[in-house]
Nanobody, 115 residues
Framework: QVQLVESGGDLVQPGGSLRLSCATS????????MNWYRQAPGKQRELVAT???????NYADSVKGRFTISRDNAKNTVYLQMNNLKSEDTAVYYC?????????WGQGTQVTVSS
């Protein structure tokens, strides 16, 4: 049984930081490309960050320089370090594991940036 479990979402003030985690089980984690997506109310889900099996990374322009994606193959976990958070980062953040599309999804974790 495949499971992706996100954690780390919270309410944070603008300028603050959070680290999201996505713990996986039931997949051969090391061969998967891992993605973080987010979906704000009334908006489409958007790709935020990607890390390949070779640890190559890519980011949406809106988060470049503020977010960092990383993976720990020993722990079957992918992370998203989010710094200098802005109100527009408020969304539900989803973890996605892809070897062959569409892959697997977690249930999401809420990030709210507000003063």
């Amino acid at each position: 049984q495949v499971q992706l479990v996100e954690s780390g979402g919270d309410l944070v003030q603008p300028g603050g930081s959070l680290r999201l985690s996505c713990a996986t089980s039931g997949i051969r984690f090391s061969i998967y490309t891992m993605n973080w997506y987010r979906q704000a109310p009334g908006k489409q889900r958007e790709l935020v960050a990607t890390i390949t099996r070779y640890s190559s990374t890519n980011y949406a322009d809106s988060v470049k320089g503020r977010f960092t994606i990383s993976r720990d193959n020993a722990k079957n976990t992918v992370y998203l370090q989010m710094n200098n958070l802005k109100s527009e980062d408020t969304a539900v953040y989803y973890c996605n594991a892809v070897a062959i599309a569409p892959g697997y999804w977690g249930q999401g974790t809420q990030v709210t940036v507000s003063s």
